[in-house]
Nanobody
Framework: QLRLVESGGGLVQPGGSLRLSCAASGFTLDDYDIGWFRQAPGKEREGISCITISDGSTNYADSVKGRFTISRDNAKNTVYLQMNSLKPEDTAVYSC???????????????????????WGQGTQVTVSS
């Protein structure tokens, strides 16, 4: 079965950093576009970052650009989200998702769209508070 498992969430003070991991099993992530999403209390899920296999390029939402970095380690079948300069408004459940990419890609010039991704992890809570 194709699975994604997030880890690395927790409580951090404003200005701090966390690195989230998205470990894949049952598939090789180099066949998939990967997106990171978050859902804050009372808000809809939003795409914040993605990485595509088309050319390895990445996209970021304006709210996190310059602070977050997505990366891929094919040897470990894992995608990471490095989160720096965290703000209270970053508090949310963070999820990774994957979509098989072949003739079509899901991270080409825009942030990831939740409805375009078919495989989801359970999410990990990130709380930014002093």
């Amino acid at each position: 079965q194709l699975r994604l498992v997030e880890s690395g969430g927790g409580l951090v003070q404003p200005g701090g950093s966390l690195r989230l991991s998205c470990a894949a099993s049952g598939f090789t992530l180099d066949d998939y576009d990967i997106g990171w999403f978050r859902q804050a209390p009372g808000k809809e899920r939003e795409g914040i970052s993605c990485i595509t296999i088309s050319d390895g390029s990445t996209n970021y939402a304006d709210s996190v650009k310059g602070r977050f970095t997505i990366s891929r380690d094919n040897a470990k079948n894992t995608v990471y989200l490095q989160m720096n300069s965290l703000k209270p408004e970053d508090t949310a459940v963070y999820s990774c998702a994957a979509q098989l990419a072949s003739d079509h890609y899901y991270c080409s010039g825009y942030v990831p769209v939740p409805t375009e991704y078919g495989y989801w992890g359970q999410g990990t809570q990130v709380t930014v508070s002093s």
